[in-house]
């Protein structure tokens, strides 16, 4: 059975840093493309990095890039989200998926979702 269970999120002032996890069980990440989403209130879910199943491409949704850094642990099987310079914006439960189709752009996941971390930034 394939698991991913993110963790780290919490409330944190705006200009400051969270590091995300994402754990996961059940098959080789390094094989699958996998990324990491989120969804505000009333919003839809959004593609926020995602890396291709090869791990050759990367992609960030613009009103992140320059700050936050999406990374693996292939010895830990862990899957990280570094967030930096954290804007109110930003505010949203971040899921991480894993799988055959990763699309942040589309945000359509062929595979495994996580159940989401709270992520909060105060102005």
């Known amino acids: 059975e394939v698991t991913l269970v993110e963790s780290g999120g919490g409330l944190v002032q705006a200009g400051g840093s969270l590091r995300l996890s994402c754990g996961a069980s059940?098959?080789?990440?390094?094989?699958?493309?996998i990324g990491w989403f989120r969804q505000a209130p009333g919003e839809e879910r959004q593609g926020v990095s995602c890396?291709?199943?090869?791990?050759?491409?990367?992609y960030y949704t613009d009103s992140v890039k320059g700050r936050f850094a999406i990374s693996t642990n292939n010895a830990r099987n862990t899957i990280y989200l570094e967030m930096n310079n954290l804007k109110p914006e930003d505010t949203a439960v971040y899921y991480c998926?894993?799988?055959?189709?990763?699309?942040?752009?589309?945000?359509?996941?062929?595979?495994?979702w996580g159940r989401g971390t709270q992520v909060t930034v105060s102005s």
């Open positions: 998926a894993a799988g055959a189709v990763v699309d942040c752009r589309s945000a359509y996941v062929l595979g495994s």
């Open positions: 059940g098959f080789v990440f390094d094989d699958f493309a």
């Open positions: 890396i291709n199943d090869s791990g050759d491409t990367t």
